[in-house]
């Protein structure tokens, strides 16, 4: 095996959308031309599609890559076991007006890598239209095995680790995210998910439609939010292994295998702007209020998924992270609020300002669309007592997967031991208010 990736598994290359090259043989990119009569080093040129070929040119997404082996080398595949994992539309139980939560999913007791510890409990929309998404969880005991790998031509993944890392070795390099990091897996890119420590947990959003961009700013400015030279792409760390391999896709909703006899991870040099990437979420540059009033979450928006309507995202994935808080004359926390988008969050660490139990760190929630929440009675009284002195809410880290459609929970998801059936008193307890006279 020869594999660059020891060395340069900590070197990246900067910048959101940005087109980068890299290889990792000096002169495997070939120069003046994507596709010349002979690649260098007898490598097979391929180019890698994220988009429709006209595409206008500020969205449209394409690599060219330079491998060991044409991608078209493999087996036929056949179908698969599904597992836990759920696909839009899945109507495997109704969609209701309830307000859901979740603790942590337990990790697991029996070897279980990524794929198996993948178990979706919400989607939306329609894959085969490329329009929603689904969000699951993952936990894991080990790394898949260095012969098997997967890739989604359903959505691309945006991971969001919880607990311990996950090291992503995909066909452009390697990816580390670790909780408070992200990682973003692109539409029918391989890769081999590798864990450190013992288990790992996360959430993922998978998402059917218009891939994930930076958000406008407009009358923000030119700075603020997740700034572009802040993510960070893999530079090429290829493997030269010829054994039996198993490749999974997950491909209009189902689970595919098939056999390789060499590593997909073989390619030597790519060049584009379709590739894999990470983002540390520290790096986010929280925009506040600094009069009074409680801003929309929208303003904490790191990605966006563009629908057709403008304004109105497929997905939106927003965050909650350390911040000041200094509103004069203000409630703090989120208002209590009904949405025409969805809401399915998460928490990666510390508390929430808006609950003050009950929603733990790997847990989730689901608001669908215009089903009132907000704080609950003692996040209320608390708020409403505070002495509105400048405030840093410390050492918390929420996120939100927030969409136009209406989310539907899975079977697995209404069924299991983490569901809280008693979430509906968290609203309980408050005291009418005044009649006006």
Request: aromatic share 12%; with cysteine; net charge negative.
């Given at each position: 095996m020869n594999d660059r990736s020891t060395t340069t598994q900590l070197k990246y290359l900067s910048g959101f959308g940005a087109h980068h090259e890299s290889e990792a043989r000096e002169g495997a990119l070939p120069v003046g031309q994507n596709s010349p009569q002979k690649v260098p080093f007898d490598l097979y040129?391929?180019?890698?599609?994220?988009?429709?070929?006209?595409?206008?040119?500020?969205?449209?997404?394409?690599?060219?890559?330079?491998?060991?082996?044409?991608?078209?080398?493999?087996?036929?595949?056949?179908?698969?076991?599904?597992?836990?994992?759920?696909?839009?539309?899945?109507?495997?139980?109704?969609?209701?007006?309830?307000?859901?939560?979740?603790?942590?999913?337990?990790?697991?007791?029996?070897?279980?890598?990524?794929?198996?510890?993948?178990?979706?409990?919400?989607?939306?929309?329609?894959?085969?239209?490329?329009?929603?998404a689904a969000v699951h969880v993952y936990a894991a005991n080990r790394s898949m095995e260095e012969r098997r790998f997967c890739y989604d031509a359903d959505g691309e993944l945006l991971i969001v680790p919880q607990q311990g890392t996950l090291t992503l070795a995909t066909e452009f390099g390697r990816l580390v995210a670790a909780p408070g990091e992200i990682a973003v897996v692109p539409r029918g890119i391989k890769f081999r998910a590798e864990i450190e420590g013992a288990a790992v947990r996360g959430y993922v959003c998978e998402n059917y439609g218009t891939p994930f961009r930076l958000p406008e700013l407009g009358p923000i400015g030119s700075n603020g939010l997740a700034n572009a030279r802040d993510f960070?792409?893999?530079?090429?760390?290829?493997?030269?292994?010829?054994?039996?391999?198993?490749?999974?896709?997950?491909?209009?909703?189902?689970?595919?295998?098939?056999?390789?006899?060499?590593?997909?991870?073989?390619?030597?040099?790519?060049?584009?702007?379709?590739?894999?990437?990470?983002?540390?979420?520290?790096r986010f540059n929280a925009i506040n209020t600094v009069s009074f009033d409680h801003t929309d979450p929208s303003i904490f928006t790191v990605l966006t998924s563009p629908s057709d309507t403008a304004g109105t995202a497929n997905v939106d994935f927003v965050i909650f992270p350390p911040r000041w808080t200094v509103a004069e004359r203000t409630f703090r926390p989120p208002y209590f609020h009904r949405n025409v988008m969805s809401e399915f969050m998460g928490l990666v660490k510390g508390e929430y300002d808006a609950k003050q139990g009950g929603f733990v760190p790997g847990g989730a929630s689901l608001h669908n669309a215009m089903s009132a929440h907000g704080p609950d009675r003692a996040s209320y009284e608390r708020a409403i007592a505070a002495n509105l002195a400048p405030h840093y809410l410390a050492d918390t880290l929420a996120i939100m997967f927030e969409s136009r459609y209406v989310f539907e929970p899975t079977a697995l998801a209404l069924a299991a031991p983490a569901l809280d059936r008693d979430y509906d008193a968290a609203w309980n307890g408050f005291e009418r208010g005044n009649k006006p006279k």
């Open positions: 040129a391929e180019q890698l599609s994220g988009s429709s070929f006209t595409a206008p040119r500020a969205h449209n997404l394409r690599s060219w890559l330079y491998r060991l082996r044409p991608s078209a080398m493999h087996q036929p595949f056949r179908r698969v076991g599904e597992g836990r994992v759920r696909t839009a539309p899945c109507h495997e139980a109704e969609s209701s007006p309830n307000r859901l939560r979740w603790g942590p999913f337990e990790l697991p007791e029996e070897p279980t890598d990524f794929i198996a510890g993948l178990a979706t409990l919400v989607t939306c929309g329609d894959a085969l239209a490329q329009r929603g960070l792409a893999p530079v090429a760390a290829y493997e030269e292994r010829d054994a039996p391999t198993e490749v999974i896709a997950k491909f209009a909703g189902h689970l595919w295998s098939a056999q390789f006899d060499h590593s997909p991870l073989d390619v030597v040099a790519w060049h584009g702007n379709y590739y894999p990437y990470k983002y540390d979420l520290a």
